[in-house]
């Protein structure tokens, strides 16, 4: 069938529409996708992942979410340098901005000797001068290294009292490093001996600042021990070390686990200390506690590589042989051990040869028994007079030449254990030395049994029985601020301090109570007070001023003048600024004329009142004033401005 020729050209145009049409249309996904891929590639190559791109005819649409402006910006860029920049269709978002947060403040204070480092971020409102100036001020001729910087933000909540903390402990530390941050303050320091290592924790305890993590670790030098000494007893009273040294904390560990392991009850100090006589000691001490709980009661005592043991008297031959030969065999080689046993007890016509001392709780001794002769017995009563006092020793002893070798010696050095007790008793005998009594310091007992091992020898015998009183040690007895404060108020609460209407001379009837003061202070030395004066508001304001200084002083300078260390209390006069009281009746007038004693903080200022400032403030009145008249010039206060620690309430205050 042929198309008649009048539709052949319709026909033509309408196939090459079709062809025109599909042509363009492969065209356009030809373009679309080859400019997709494109600036895809250059994206990616140039590392902006974050670009989601795709085509709408001959329109390149850019989106998805970059982190900056200035990576939105460069992938507009970077496209527009692929296709015509015409054809970009910008559907970038970007990152909100977040608020900048806050750095975390810290500073790092080191101190030795003669200088103090300071280093780290304060807020900008802290200035890095006035913690430098506070550092300066913590000793004379400190040299301060100020390598601080500081940020425009404000101080975090407990800033301020973790720095003043911090710059506590750094005056009672002249050798630490102490990290301070509003949470947490680190502390590492140095102390002279194990007994001040504990004093400065207790004050530095007292010092920190209710809700703040302390970290504190302050170390004490390891003390030489000569000799180096361990005795332990077993007897009616159980076991227990009299002495107990150890080269290092295993070693110590496993001595005190030896005792434990035979009965031992209760805590035991146990001193870690230089001078041991052999790498091996913890495993002598072991042994050795070992072959007394085979003895079933005993002695055992190593002054450096002697050991003594010593069983009861009248033990089996056979079960004390046992013994010994046990412990020669467990023994280290540098080790040598003398064994005795003793006889026995017989009854005798006269008693073996003794001599006697006993020491009184207020320090009067009494000698007595047999010394060997004229010139023994003035050496025994010269050292006697020299260890507790010429005028508390009294001396009944006799001579006897019939005496053992090597007894002025075991004297001596009997009086010489009895000195490290508060009270007690010396018994020394032929066979033996003993010591028993009451004592205020925990190292008594050590130091005794080191004092007779050494002066007696290998092999000899002594007996130590000493009691540890709480009381009588003068640490432990030590009040702290708020004691010392409770104490003030007790005195002030008999009479309080007045004076001469008009006038800064202090009322006679005062002087007592001054003198109670003074006898407090005496126990609490070093407080560091604010005296302060008060007036009425009667008088001028600069008179009265004048006047509440010079008031504060005279208290100031009566205490100085009953020999009370004032060197950490200063005198301030407020006049009339601080009332506590109607002014306008003479009741309240009576009650606003006052000397206040107030404990200071760690920066000298007066505990603030959110604080237990009721607790910590005593108040004194003063006579009336009256018009206070010529204006007295203000003087300076009479101690210097110093910081102190800060009270804990205790309930025993309350």
């Not at 079709?18 to 373009?31: C, D, E, P």
């Not at 009370?564 to 009281?581: F, L, N, Q, T």
């Amino acid at each position: 069938m042929r198309m008649k020729p009048s539709l052949l050209a319709p026909a033509a145009f309408a196939a090459a529409a079709v062809l025109a049409v599909v042509g363009a249309s492969w065209a356009a996904t030809v373009i679309e996708t080859r400019s997709v891929e494109a600036v895809r590639s250059r994206l990616v190559t140039s590392g902006l992942t974050f670009v989601d791109v795709r085509a709408d005819g001959l329109q390149v649409w850019l989106s998805g979410t970059a982190p900056n402006e200035a990576a939105r910006f460069r992938a507009v860029n970077l496209a527009g340098g692929v296709v015509d920049a015409t054809r970009l269709r910008d559907a970038l978002e970007v990152t909100p901005v977040r608020e900048i947060e806050a750095p975390r403040f810290s500073v790092e204070m080191l101190r030795n000797d003669d200088s103090v480092s300071l280093i780290g971020l304060l807020p900008d409102n802290a200035g890095t001068e006035d913690l430098a100036e506070a550092a300066s001020r913590l000793g004379t001729g400190l040299q301060v290294a100020d390598m601080l910087e500081t940020a425009d933000f404000p101080a975090p909540d407990g800033w301020s009292a973790a720095l003043d903390f911090g710059l506590g402990a750094l005056r009672l530390l002249p050798q630490s490093k102490i990290s301070v941050a509003a949470d947490r303050v680190s502390i590492t320091a140095i102390s002279g001996s194990e007994q001040e290592k504990r004093k400065l924790e207790g004050q530095i305890l007292r010092l920190a600042p209710e809700g703040l993590e302390l970290v504190m670790n302050i170390t004490a030098p390891r003390p030489v021990l000569t000799p180096f000494t361990l005795r332990f007893v077993m007897d009616e009273n159980g076991a227990r070390f009299d002495a107990c040294s150890a080269d290092t904390t295993r070693a110590r560990d496993r001595i005190l686990a030896a005792g434990l392991a035979v009965g031992l009850k209760g805590d035991t100090t146990c001193t870690i200390g230089l001078g041991v006589p052999s790498p091996r000691w913890a495993e002598a001490a072991e042994a050795g506690i070992r072959a007394v709980a085979a003895l079933g009661s005993g002695s055992v005592t190593f002054s450096d590589a002697d050991v003594t043991l010593e069983a009861r008297p009248g033990l089996p031959r056979a079960d004390f042989d046992r013994a010994v030969g046990a412990l020669e065999a467990a023994l280290p080689p540098v080790f040598s051990l003398e064994a005795t046993l003793p006889p026995a007890p017989q009854a005798v016509a006269e008693g073996p040869a003794e001599f006697r001392a006993s020491l009184s709780g207020e320090g009067r001794v009494e000698l007595a028994g047999r010394v060997t002769d004229e010139l023994t017995r003035k050496a025994v009563d010269s050292f006697a007079r020299a260890q507790f006092g010429a005028s508390k020793v009294a001396s009944t002893t006799r001579i006897d030449t019939e005496l053992p070798q090597g007894w002025p010696t075991r004297v001596l050095a009997g009086l010489e254990s009895l000195a490290q007790l508060h009270s007690g008793e010396l018994l020394v005998r032929a066979d033996t030395v003993e010591v028993k009594g009451v004592t205020g310091s925990k190292q008594a007992s050590a130091r005794i049994s080191q004092v007779l091992s050494a002066r007696l020898g290998q092999g000899r015998s002594f007996k130590v029985d000493v009691l540890y009183d709480e009381k009588f040690d003068p640490e432990a007895a030590l009040p702290t601020p708020q004691e010392c404060m409770t104490r003030i108020r007790r005195v002030l609460a008999g009479q309080k301090i007045t004076f001469e209407p008009g006038s800064a001379e202090i009322d006679q009837v005062a002087r007592g109570t001054l003198d109670g003061l003074a006898e407090v202070f005496k126990v609490c030395k070093g407080m560091p007070l604010e005296i302060a004066g008060h007036t009425d508001s009667q008088g001028s304001e600069g008179g009265n001023k004048a006047l509440s200084q010079a008031r504060a002083e005279a208290v100031l300078l009566a205490l100085q003048g009953r020999r009370v260390d004032v060197s950490r209390m200063k005198a301030v006069g407020y006049g009339e600024e601080r009332p506590i009281a109607d002014n306008g009746e003479e009741e309240g007038r009576e009650a606003n004329r006052r000397i206040e004693f107030t404990l200071l903080d760690e920066g000298g200022n007066p505990v603030d009142d959110a604080a237990p400032v009721v607790e910590e403030t005593v108040e004194a009145s003063a006579d009336a004033d009256g018009a206070a008249g010529a204006e007295l010039d203000d003087g300076p206060s009479a101690a210097p401005d110093e910081m102190t620690m800060r009270p804990k309430r205790r309930p025993q205050d309350d």
